[in-house]
């Protein structure tokens, strides 16, 4: 008898010991009575009734999830790999544990789904472009399909679309061609506003006679410049007039 004084001293110190769970700020306890939900308690000192009552911890930190690299292939049939990020947190302990099995396996698999169906709905050029836009639309999807899980999707981010060479490359040249058709424009544009200027200078010089005589001597005096070989002789606009006007 003497030795199982011990051991049943032992077992009493484990089960009052058991009796008594410390939950840090960020943690709550899901309490099951018999099997069944009780409440959700903490954080600090919990007391549980040893073989009667269970707790289960819940972490309502926010939780950085890496979503796995996803091939997409987009609605102009480009294929490409698409990885994310998605920032969530438990909002209601409750639902996390009883209305989901692993919530965050569930989030996982519910990301990289959600992620493949929104951007294979879009063109890659806005994929690239439009990367906050598609951003807010994974995590409003998100968002609204863990709601029910009692978990909150605060953000999501896509880090990187990768491409193959081949695309690179045709992307590359897209560029280079709509560079030159703009280089093309402009130039064509320039020579537009160019010949206007042009013909509303000659306007302007052909309503006085004096201003054409001056702008034939500035004429002149460019021609005129240093190490120059050009012999210039001055004809008079007025003599010049006469001999066209006797043809």
């Known amino acids: 008898m003497n030795i199982f004084y011990p051991i049943i001293l032992a077992l009493i110190i484990l089960t009052v010991a058991s009796m008594f769970k410390i939950l840090r700020e960020y943690e709550r306890g899901v309490i099951f009575m018999l099997g069944r939900f009780w409440k959700v308690k903490g954080p600090g000192l919990i007391i549980l009734i040893p073989f009667v009552q269970q707790i289960v911890r819940v972490d309502l930190r926010i939780i950085v999830m890496d979503v796995p690299t996803q091939d997409v292939i987009s609605r102009d049939n480009v294929s490409v790999k698409v990885n994310a990020v998605v920032y969530f947190r438990v909002v209601d302990p409750q639902k996390a544990i009883i209305n989901v099995e692993h919530y965050f396996d ?9 992620l493949r169906s929104v951007l294979g ?26 709601d029910a899980w009692g978990i909150k999707v605060s953000n999501v981010e896509i880090k990187h679309v990768d491409l193959d060479e081949s695309m690179i ?8 061609a709509e560079r030159r058709r703009r280089a093309k424009v402009i ?4 020579e537009m506003e160019a010949s206007q200027k042009l013909f509303e200078a000659a306007q302007v010089l052909g309503q006085k006679e004096e ?19 050009t012999i210039v002789f001055p004809l ?7 001999f066209m006007s006797k043809e």
């Open 187 to 190: 130039h064509a544009q320039g």
């Open 121 to 146: 709905q879009h063109e890659l050029d806005e994929m690239l472009a439009s990367r906050e836009k598609l951003n807010e639309d994974i995590q409003e999807i998100l968002d609204s399909q863990t």
């Open 211 to 229: 201003a054409l005589q001056l702008r034939y001597l500035q004429t002149l005096t460019e021609i005129a410049g240093e190490n120059s070989n």
């Open 236 to 242: 008079p606009i007025d003599l010049m007039k006469k």
């Open 169 to 176: 490359r045709a992307i590359a040249q897209q560029a280079e």
């Open 106 to 114: 569930a989030t996982s698999q519910l990301a990289q789904t959600t």
